[in-house]
């Protein structure tokens, strides 16, 4: 008697949050939160040598302050889940005292909304790395508008292409090919087995190997 196993149905696609999509995204968030604000106090000096080497170059590590936003949209793959998890990661360094006070939540705002309208454009339906990558790229562009408007209001044009440049390049690698691995670290793991970004990146079990009439007939 030859059996076949039945093929797994996509499971199909709800915009509705879970209580479980809301804790997990907080405690991203959170973490997010805490990371930026050890990176407020030493992305300074971590980035002074490329300033030197060419200004505007610095912002090739600035995604450092992007990469909540892709990490929670990917995770928890929900309308909002980009926007809320930059938003809280950025409340939390606000809270933490970080030099930028509470305009890092309008920062977190802008930056947020760039990764959100990427996962938006593909219907919430796409999670590889590719729009990992777009995403970052979307915040990336959301940080240059913020920092190129209220920072460097008024530097040269020159400066301004390489600082933009430099802040979506860092927003794909850092926080969009960095949050994708880091995605699939934490589904072998099982920490998302909830999630269908931990069911796709978890490491398969083999299946028992079933014996067929003609095994058994010999046996």
């Known amino acids: 008697m030859v059996t076949t196993a039945a093929s797994p149905t996509r499971p199909r696609f709800s915009p509705q949050w879970r209580v479980v999509d ?38 090739l590590l600035y995604a450092v302050w992007l990469f909540p936003a ?14 809320y998890g930059e938003l809280v990661a950025a409340s939390v360094s606000a809270l933490l005292g970080g030099v930028w006070g509470w305009t890092a939540i309008a920062w977190g705002l802008v930056q947020g909304l760039g990764a959100e ?19 970052g790229m979307g915040a990336g562009v959301g940080m240059s508008i913020m920092d190129l408007t209220f920072y460097y209001a008024g530097t040269r044009p020159e400066f301004m ?23 699939r670290g934490l589904a072998r793991t099982g920490a998302l087995s909830r999630f269908a970004a931990g069911r796709e990146g978890a490491t398969p079990v083999p299946a028992a190997p079933v014996a067929t009439e003609e095994a058994r007939s010999e046996a």
């Open 161 to 183: 292409l390489v600082y933009a440049a430099s802040a979506i390049v860092s927003g794909a690698v850092i926080a969009g090919f960095g949050s994708w691995v880091l995605v």
């Open 22 to 59: 809301i804790v997990v995204a907080s405690v991203l968030g959170v973490a997010g939160g805490l990371v930026m604000t050890l990176w407020n106090l030493v992305y300074s000096p971590v980035t002074a040598p490329l300033e030197v080497a060419l200004p505007g170059l610095q912002a």
């Open 70 to 83: 892709v990490l929670v949209g990917l995770v928890v793959r929900k309308p909002g889940a980009a926007l």
């Open 117 to 135: 309208l990427v996962f938006a454009v593909l219907l919430y339906r796409a999670w590889g790395l590719l729009p990992a990558i777009l995403a």
